[in-house]
T-cell receptor, first 114, second 114 residues
Framework: DGGITQSPKYLFRKEGQNVTLSCEQN?????MYWYRQDPGQGLRLIYY???????QKGDIAEGYSVSREKKESFPLTVTSAQKNPTAFYLC?????????????FGDGTRLSIL | AQSVAQPEDQVNVAEGNPLTVKCTYS??????LFWYVQYPNRGLQFLLK??????LVKGSYGFEAEFNKSQTSFHLKKPSALVSDSALYFCAVRGYTGRRALTFGSGTRLQVQP
């Protein structure tokens, strides 16, 4: 079945450690997105990519980095500079970034601090 | 700048009664509007969208939404609620121009009592 796969489902980070969250899609979508979800705050955009080898910062990009070397993959690295990384991270994709198409979401990665 | 307001943190309805989840938005120019639903520890699922045309939009699982340009609202409705509709609902907006990503509301928890 086509969809978005996020892994791992749960992740623990130690102080000073970088961790990478995986997001893979087989929908042949051009655009991909990373969101952070905190209780009561909805979804906040971290980074998005309109096409391979291109990406833009969202509203809360500090302490995060991404790459888009392949159309199917958009990994997110949470760096040690992100002081409050505990959250639910959601990856999404859409056919294009024209705005008139819905985004499809993965089932998320829950990141916690050890 | 674009923004979304979901004024109710929680909405409670009895099974079989009609439900409304409110959403107002702010965007430059014409909007693309979306409703998504989230079940616990899952990603968001697309319910419906307004792009252009009829102000009443029908979507998945019997949900519909009414676009009101003068009131900048896009309220989600269902004629008869089910216990299984209990979940977290998000409204999202994007303008035809400008920021090339969705802005989400903070979410409304719908609780349907048997």
């Amino acid at each position: 079945d086509g969809g978005i796969t996020q892994s791992p489902k749960y992740l623990f980070r130690k102080e000073g450690q970088n961790v990478t969250l995986s997001c893979e899609q087989n929908l042949n979508h051009d655009a991909m997105y990373w969101y952070r979800q905190d209780p009561g705050q909805g979804l906040r955009l971290i980074y998005y990519s309109q096409i391979v080898n291109d990406f833009q910062k969202g509203d809360i990009a500090e302490g995060y980095s991404v790459s888009r070397e392949k159309k199917e993959s958009f990994p997110l690295t949470v760096t040690s500079a992100q002081k409050n990384p505990t959250a639910f991270y959601l990856c999404a994709s859409s056919i294009n970034d024209l705005g008139n198409q819905p985004q499809h979401f993965g089932d998320g990665t829950r990141l916690s601090i050890l | 700048a674009q923004s979304v307001a979901q004024p109710e943190d929680q909405v409670n309805v009895a099974e079989g009664n009609p439900l409304t989840v409110k959403c107002t938005y702010s965007v430059s120019g014409n909007p693309y509007l979306f409703w998504y639903v989230q079940y616990p520890n899952r990603g968001l699922q697309f319910l419906l969208k307004y792009i252009t045309g009829d102000n009443l939009v029908k979507g998945s699982y019997g949900f519909e939404a009414e676009f009101n340009k003068s009131q900048t609202s896009f309220h989600l409705k269902k004629p008869s609620a089910l216990v299984s509709d209990s979940a977290l609902y998000f409204c999202a907006v994007r303008g035809y121009t400008g920021r090339r990503a969705l802005t989400f509301g903070s979410g409304t928890r719908l609780q349907v009592q048997p």
